[in-house]
């Protein structure tokens, strides 16, 4: 018997021995691969990435990026600007340059800080007379509203005809 179980302990081995091992590598084991029969593969180091020529700029929302292409319209906004706030961090989370230039209108035109129309705007999706009305008791949310954003309009349409030109 001990001739057969001796049989049996080597095939086993032998067997185990000649299959590739593999096993989950998460629970600490490692992956053997197969053998190759040409050797392994050399390793030859990536190229380095030619350096970059130009400086690099952050994106922008869409928002400020259409502003910024209209050197008139970005001008006027930047003046609208809370201090020390650049136009992409300020326009960030608006739905179009419109809505935008229009709580910059009203934060100039009512001293409302812009970050609290802003954050009404965006964060709560108040439109600009409801924001108005919550941070200005003393306002008429809806026509304060209405006059801003003939404001933005203006402004819009200002840039955009002399960008036509």
Known sequence: MSFKLTILIASAVTSL????????????????????AAGPKS????????????????????????ISTMPQLNAKISALLPPHMTLDA????????GQFIAALHVSHNLGIPFADLKSDMTTKHLSLGQSIQALSKTA???????RAEA????????????SDR
């Open 17 to 36: 021995a000649a299959a590739p091992v593999s096993a989950d590598p998460q629970r600490g084991h490692a992956v053997v691969p197969p053998p190759h």
């Open 43 to 66: 390793i030859t180091p990536a190229p380095a990435a030619p350096p970059k020529t130009s400086p690099t700029t952050s994106a922008m929302n869409p928002v400020a990026a259409k």
């Open 90 to 97: 300020a326009s960030a989370g608006f739905r179009n340059q």
């Open 140 to 146: 008429d949310g809806p026509r304060e509203a209405k």
């Open 151 to 162: 404001q933005a309009t203006s402004d819009l349409k200002t840039a955009k005809n002399r």
